[in-house]
């Protein structure tokens, strides 16, 4: 069986974690920032899990990270 290539672009955005979860970053953090509060800038900052309807399709572009 050859080897599955990496979707560049989500291995990129997407990590895997150890219990197969995958972890991403959250949204609305790169531009317009004045409006927004620094509890919700800080919030924003921490990483996020991706949702489960979501995992399978990450974990078929990523599947060797």
């Known amino acids: 069986m050859p080897k599955i290539k990496t979707n560049r672009g989500a291995a990129k955005r997407f990590e895997r974690t150890a219990s197969g979860s995958v972890k991403?970053?959250?949204s609305h953090r790169r531009h317009i920032l004045t409006k927004k509060s620094t509890?919700?800038?800080r919030q924003?900052?921490?990483p996020?899990?991706?949702h489960a309807s979501d995992v399978r399709s990450a974990r078929?572009?990523?599947p060797y990270c």
């Open 39 to 41: 509890k919700r800038k």
């Open 60 to 62: 078929r572009m990523i």
């Open 24 to 26: 991403c970053k959250s």
């Open 44 to 46: 924003l900052r921490a």
């Open 48 to 50: 996020k899990r991706l």
